[in-house]
């Protein structure tokens, strides 16, 4: 059953040093994680930038991890191809970002990735109710999105709940992620109602060790998953 599936920790590379990439993915790559989360802001959906695709093209280059893209920019129709391009494995949209998510999503995936359709914390899960059946994975915001080390919105573990029980009861097939102030604290909490990939950035990045906070971070995860079986 999926629900019995490993959790993966997906650090999120906003927290690292922008400078010094290669030795935070090394870094991660030692604790053992098969993704890496990559922020892309564009100064309107969210109020901040970061990265773009030349960043994704020079990571491609540096790392066989998958490369999980989440999207916090406006028309993100424009540029999935690019992304998809540059070396993408995973591309998220968010439902608030276009008025076409089916489009958009149906564009990542004939660009050969995994399409995953991320909610806001003021969004409810049913918006995304008439694609569900579509997605590869569906990202909670456990932050209102467009900046790193922010505190957890408690309301997303009961989004991730649902998210479960409405996979469970229509069979579909999606990975349920959550991306916000996740940390040792509370990844016992989001596991439990249903969590499979974890993003955290300034619980790994801001550590003294990334590669033990990873390791510690799933160590926690399989202990909440071996209770809630
Ligand atoms: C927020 C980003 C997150 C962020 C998480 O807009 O989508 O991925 O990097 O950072 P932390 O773990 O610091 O909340
Ligand atoms: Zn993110």
Redesign the pocket.
Known sequence: MRASAAVEVAP?I??ADFACLGDAIRAVERGGVSLL?V?V?DGHF?P?ISIGVPVVASLRKATRLQLDV?L?IENPEQYIEAFATAGADMISVHQEATPHLDRALTMVREHGCKAGAVINPATPVVMLSEVLGKVDHVLV?S????????AFIPEATEKIRELREIRDRHHYNYRIEV?????PENVAEVVRAGAQIL??????FHSADPAAAVREMAHLASEALAQRV
């Open positions: 999120s906003l927290a989360h922020d802001m969210v901040n989440h916090m915001m932050v209102n999105p467009g900046f790193g080390g922010q991306d916000g102030g996740i940390g993003v955290a950035g300034t619980s790994i």
